[in-house]
């Protein structure tokens, strides 16, 4: 049984940081593509960034680029999404999300419905 367990979110102001974490556990996750998504009041559950377990190749959407970092500790199975500069706009709820990876080291999925498992969720609160 995989379980991502999140943690970090809360409130914070506008321009300031936050951290949130997802520890994974039930499997190994060599293989798997490991996601943060969120979704605003209204809007569709969008891709924020995403890492390659095995080769720790990483992607972002444009939307934070340069402002949030993701990154893993393979001793903990724990992904982490650092949330830097943070905006009115990114308050959402954050999901972290598992994909089994396919044979390529650097193909990352961006889409909701390519990954398996999922966290429970964390409200980010960006106040202005």
């Known amino acids: 049984q995989v379980q991502l367990v999140e943690s970090g979110g809360g409130l914070v102001q506008a321009g300031g940081s936050l951290r949130l974490s997802c520890a994974a556990s039930g499997r190994t996750f060599n293989t798997y593509a490991m996601g943060w998504f969120r979704q605003a009041p209204g809007k569709e559950r969008d891709f924020v960034a995403a890492i390659k377990w095995s080769s720790g190749y990483t992607r972002y959407a444009d939307s934070v680029r340069g402002r949030f970092t993701i990154s893993k500790d393979n001793a903990k199975n724990t992904v982490y999404l650092q949330m830097t500069s943070l905006k009115p706009e990114d308050a959402a709820v954050y999901y972290c999300?598992?994909?089994?990876?396919?044979?390529?080291?650097?193909?990352?999925?961006?889409?909701?419905?390519?990954?398996?498992?999922w966290g429970q969720g964390l409200q980010v609160i960006v106040s202005s």
């Open positions: 999300a598992g994909r089994p990876g396919s044979g390529s080291l650097y193909y990352i999925p961006m889409k909701s419905n390519e990954y398996n498992y």
